[in-house]
């Protein structure tokens, strides 16, 4: 990895901190999500970054995947997970934190339980260990709250503009001998008092660019221009291009998806409606080095 690579995903990781922070003191009971999404969104801009994607605010049984609309009328409350991702020149910081909105005894637990996951997980983190070993690690300290980890959802390698590129990190033994490598890596486990596994819900309005290729009306190829322009292969919500191109963006935006050329991607849901909890941090492994750019 080269140094001016290196600086620039700690840079990320930094200036993802200090998001991380605002965040937790706008994110309350009753707040329009809205409202969080931009202050957010605005945050990010001042301190000199891009979002790597939009912010997930995913509540209760909702694992991942939710960002407000430009017209949504919902409140925080309960479980919600907030997962922001940072990026400097296509250099990604990706990280998460729960919180607790009910005062709820069982909600603090699976909080506690996600953070144990991931603290385990970085403790064995390292070039050459066993993927399955980390996956084992993360299991057995959330089993040890009481819950189970979500066995669908994984952490991920990230490289340039590439958020989930190449290996995948698993949250529940497994017997995969795959060894981890130098590179950059998020670790988020997901801890649930339901079935432990996540199905596709509704939409969630995130998509990214998957196709080359065009549309024929000339304001939709300008909001297609503006997407591959902005944020490359990744993923961005139609919130953003509301508030660039107003509701005529939306109809655009509908018709570059209906030309092939997005993903959509769904909400995750937990199977048996489950509370879940998350944690995640960004970790670079180098030689015998391992730094977590989203924690000092
Ligand atoms: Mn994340
Ligand atoms: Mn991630």
Redesign the pocket.
């Known amino acids: 990895m080269k140094q001016e690579e290196f600086d620039k995903l700690k840079k990320a990781g930094e200036i993802a901190q200090k998001v991380i922070a605002y965040a937790k003191e706008i994110v309350k009971k009753e707040v329009p999500l809205l409202e969080i999404a931009n202050k957010i969104d605005k945050k990010i801009e001042e301190l000199g970054a891009r979002p790597a994607f939009p912010v997930n605010l995913s509540i209760n049984e909702v694992a991942a995947h939710f960002t407000p609309n430009f017209n949504d009328q919902k409140v925080a409350k309960g479980l919600i997970k907030v997962?922001i991702g940072i990026q400097i020149d296509g250099y990604v910081a990706?990280t998460?934190f729960s919180i607790d909105l009910d005062n709820s005894e069982e909600n603090k637990k699976l909080i506690e339980a996600a953070k144990i996951g991931l603290d385990a997980a970085l403790e064995k983190f390292g070039v050459g260990v066993e993927i399955g070993e980390i996956g084992a690690a993360v299991e057995e300290a959330i089993k040890e709250k009481g819950f189970v980890p979500v066995r669908n959802l994984t952490?991920?390698q990230i490289k340039r503009f590439d958020?989930h590129a190449g290996m995948s990190i698993p949250s529940y033994a497994t017997s995969q001998t795959e060894k981890l490598e130098e590179g950059v890596y998020?670790v988020?486990p997901f801890s649930t008092n339901g079935a432990g596994r996540v199905r596709d819900g509704n939409p969630s309005n995130i998509y990214h660019l998957t196709n080359e290729g065009n549309v024929r009306d000339n304001f939709a190829r300008k909001v297609l221009n503006f997407i591959k322009e902005e944020y490359s292969s990744l993923p961005f919500c139609s919130r953003w291009i509301y508030n660039e191109f107003g509701s005529k963006g939306i109809l655009a935006l509908r018709q570059i998806e209906q030309a092939g050329l997005l993903h959509h991607y769904p909400q995750l849901v937990e199977m048996n409606r489950g509370i879940v909890a998350q944690a995640?941090h960004t970790i670079i492994l180098k030689g015998n080095e391992k730094i977590i750019t989203t924690k000092n």
């Open positions: 997962d990706d998460a952490g991920h958020l998020a988020e995640e």
